[in-house]
């Protein structure tokens, strides 16, 4: 299941995820999303993903979330994953995504939420949370400076 997370003060998107993930459940973000990318007007948009609560993924979910990445990565600049799980173990399950996006991917423990959502909004990291990238060096991806990464 995806419920949608209200934004403190900003116009980032936030889902949090929970029990198994469906195929149905990814068309249903998507659907806000692409509302999202379209309401922006070309600006780049952050989106905050908490999978504290996420057990399992369906492998018909995988496909929509590749499917949706692959038509919509671009508009997306910014996504923090809020994850219960080492930062270590989600590059595993994010490395194939990245390839599809060019967001700039952070991971934030469950404690620093407040701090993913302002660099969600702004691109900015408070003194004392760790930037923790999940792009790994080497990555195909790695390297890359989008054009909007001063925004």
């Known amino acids: 299941m995806i419920e949608r997370l209200t934004s403190p003060g900003g116009n980032g998107l936030g889902f949090k995820a929970s029990g198994a993930l469906t195929a149905d459940d990814v068309k249903t973000a ?15 948009i952050g989106i905050l993903l908490d999978l504290t609560a996420l057990q399992d993924v369906e ?5 929509e979330e590749f499917r949706f990445l692959k038509k919509f990565g ?15 173990a989600l590059m595993g399950d994010l490395a194939g995504a990245t390839v599809l996006m060019q ?29 923790r990238q999940l792009v790994a060096p080497g990555h195909l991806m790695s390297g890359y400076n989008p054009e909007y990464a001063d925004i």
């Open 59 to 63: 492998w018909k979910a995988r496909w």
């Open 30 to 44: 998507e659907t806000q999303i692409e509302f999202a990318i379209h309401n922006s007007h070309k600006k780049p």
């Open 74 to 88: 671009g508009p997306i600049a910014r996504v923090a994953v809020i994850g219960a799980r080492t930062w270590e």
């Open 103 to 131: 967001a700039d991917i952070r991971y934030f423990q469950p404690s620093e939420i407040i701090h993913a959502w302002h660099w969600v909004h702004t691109a900015k990291f408070a003194d004392e949370v760790p930037v």
